[in-house]
C-alpha cells in the first residue's frame, strides 16, 4: 500500500510541547521472537506520557472535558480540527491534563480509519525505531506501520490476546507534570491468551509481576459468588490490571480501559455525578479496594478506586 503522510500526529502532544529532541537514526529490523534479555525498559519515558485515548460521541467532547474537571481538576489545551490518521480523515482532538491521568480526547467528524479506536493508549518512546523494534521482538505485531507526521512519528502496536497501543515520538519532547496518582490500564483476557499475553507485555515494558492472585473476589468485575484471576504489573510505563476471565461480564466490566486511583472515592463519585456523569456500578469494597464504575459524557466507561490490594 502506497504510504501518505498524516497531517499531524495522533496524541495530544501536538498541541503541548517544549524542549528540543532530535529524529532517531533508523534502525536494521530485527526478529521479532528476539531473546527477552533486550533492555525494553530504555524506551519509557513516564506514565504521565501514557495518554488514554478517548473518542467521544460526535458533539460531545466539550461534555466531556468539563465534567471530567470538575471531577478530578486539571486543565486542557485548545481544541483543533486536524487529521491524525496515515489515511485521510477529521476529528475535533484536545489533550486534558488532570492529576489522575493524562487523556487524549477525539470527536471524530468523518468515520474513524480502521484500526484506530481500538488502541488503549499512547506510550511516549524515549527512541522510537527502538521502541518499535523490541515491539516486534517482544512479540507484539505492528498494525499501522510507522509513519511521519510533521512534529513526530506513530505506529500502532498489538499484543497477544488484541491488546493495542500507540507508540509515539516527536522531534521536540513534551513536558508534562507529573501525576498525583497513577492509574491503571485495565486489560482483560481469556485462560488461552494470557501466558503468551504476559511474556509479550513484560518483554516490551520491562515490567514486572507484582502480584497474582488465581481466587480473586469476582464482586470486583460484577460476578460476585465467583472468582477469577487478578495479575498487577508495575513498569516504567505505569501501572496494569489484568483480569483473566471466562467472558461471562456483565456490563460494563471489559468496556473500561483504564482505572482511576482518587484518595475520597465518595466525594469524586459525588462530584462527577453532579457534573453529568452516570453510576453504573458500586461502590464495592473487596480486598482493600473500593471501586466504582462511571460513564461520563460521551460514553467514555472509566473504573475509579480508592486504596490498593497491591
Not at 453504573?280 to 480508592?306: D, I, K, N
Request: charged letters at 20%; a neutral charge; aromatic letters at 10%.
Amino acid at each position: 500500500m502506497k504510504k501518505r503522510k498524516a497531517m499531524v500526529r495522533l496524541l495530544p502532544a501536538l498541541l503541548l510541547v517544549v524542549g528540543v529532541g532530535g529524529f532517531a537514526a533508523p534502525s536494521s529490523a530485527q526478529s521479532r521472537h528476539a531473546p527477552a534479555r533486550i533492555p525494553a525498559a530504555t524506551t519509557a519515558v513516564g506514565p504521565q506520557y501514557d495518554t488514554t485515548h478517548v473518542y467521544v460521541t460526535p458533539g460531545a467532547m466539550d461534555a466531556f472535558v468539563t465534567c471530567w474537571e470538575a471531577t478530578f481538576g486539571g486543565t486542557h489545551t485548545a481544541k483543533v480540527v486536524t487529521q491524525v490518521t496515515p489515511t485521510p480523515s477529521t476529528t475535533v482532538s484536545e489533550l486534558v491534563l488532570s492529576p489522575v491521568g493524562t487523556l487524549s480526547v477525539f470527536d471524530f467528524r468523518t468515520p474513524v480509519p480502521y484500526p484506530f479506536g481500538a488502541e488503549r493508549t499512547g506510550w511516549l518512546m524515549s527512541d522510537f525505531d527502538k521502541g518499535v523494534r523490541l515491539a516486534r521482538a517482544s512479540g507484539a505485531d505492528v498494525v499501522v506501520a510507522p509513519f511521519d507526521d510533521p512534529i513526530g512519528k506513530d505506529a500502532v502496536v498489538q499484543f497477544p490476546g488484541g491488546v493495542n497501543a500507540q507508540l509515539y515520538w516527536h522531534t521536540k519532547a513534551p513536558s508534562y507534570a507529573p501525576l498525583e496518582t497513577v492509574p491503571d490500564n485495565r486489560i482483560y483476557l481469556t485462560r488461552d491468551s494470557a501466558s503468551e499475553f504476559l511474556t509479550s507485555y513484560l518483554r516490551f515494558t520491562g515490567g514486572r509481576i507484582v502480584s497474582d492472585d488465581r481466587a480473586a473476589d469476582g464482586g470486583q468485575i460484577g460476578v460476585p459468588d465467583e472468582t477469577y484471576r487478578r495479575i498487577t504489573i508495575g513498569s516504567p510505563f505505569g501501572n496494569t490490571v489484568v483480569s483473566v476471565t471466562e467472558g461471562h461480564l456483565p456490563y460494563p466490566f471489559g468496556r473500561e480501559t483504564t482505572g482511576y486511583a482518587v484518595k475520597d472515592l465518595t466525594s469524586t463519585l459525588r462530584k462527577a455525578k453532579e457534573a453529568g456523569a452516570k453510576m453504573l456500578w458500586g461502590p464495592y469494597t473487596s480486598e482493600g479496594r473500593t471501586s466504582a464504575m462511571v460513564r461520563f459524557p460521551g460514553g467514555y466507561v472509566a473504573e475509579l478506586h480508592q486504596g490498593d490490594a497491591r
